[in-house]
């Protein structure tokens, strides 16, 4: 009786072990452009828009941390220069993405904002195949929607859907300090005079 328990043991160990290895989904590489999508994919499935940082190509992952760097400058001279009554409309209007940790944090701030995870999750279906012209290469999923990806210096696939608005949204957060600078210093002249 003990021989045969321990081989019905021995057997539910193995069934379980291959049955779990079979279960685990596995991704190809984020050096292919399918790798790169499906790891969007599951981060939006985990309603995770941070982990979908990775998978920006470089553009839009610098000028989220031009944002969150820029809206963040200005709070700081906001908060030291302006008149109380001002500070309140930069205060609303900059807090959250001047808190930002991070840029991939500004991104998933900006993104769910902007309805980009609503449109992503709407969208996202199976990979039904990968078109690759060197640098570039579009994910057309089974629905027939392509995600556009272009190869980054590291080799990961960065999606490229966002870049335009973000970089947009750097150069409105830069020109943005720079009115607030310059007011900033004239409140600081008025103060001294």
């Known amino acids: 009786m003990g021989k045969r328990l321990l081989v019905f043991i021995a057997l539910l160990a193995a069934v379980a072990h291959f049955t779990y290895r079979g279960l685990q989904t596995t991704f190809p590489s984020d050096h292919t452009p399918e790798g790169a999508y499906l790891r969007i994919a599951k981060a939006v499935a985990d309603s995770d828009p941070r982990a979908i940082f990775p998978y920006l190509e470089t553009d839009a992952q610098w000028a989220s941390f031009t944002v969150r760097d820029a809206r963040k400058q200005a709070l700081e001279r906001v908060r030291a220069s302006y008149p109380p009554e001002e500070r309140r409309v930069y205060e609303d209007a900059y807090a959250q993405l001047a808190g930002a940790p991070d840029g991939s944090d500004a991104f998933a701030i900006l993104a769910t904002e902007r309805g980009w995870i609503r449109r992503l999750r709407k969208d996202l279906s199976g990979v039904g195949h990968v078109e690759v012209d060197g640098p570039r ?23 490229t859907i ?16 720079a009115v607030v600078a310059a007011a900033a210093d004239d409140y600081d002249r008025a103060k001294r005079d």
């Open 162 to 177: 966002f870049t335009a608005e973000l970089v947009a949204e750097s150069e409105r957060a830069s020109r943005d300090l």
């Open 137 to 159: 290469a579009s994910v057309v999923t089974a629905r027939g929607t392509r995600y556009p990806f272009r190869v980054r210096d590291n080799g990961i696939w960065g999606l």
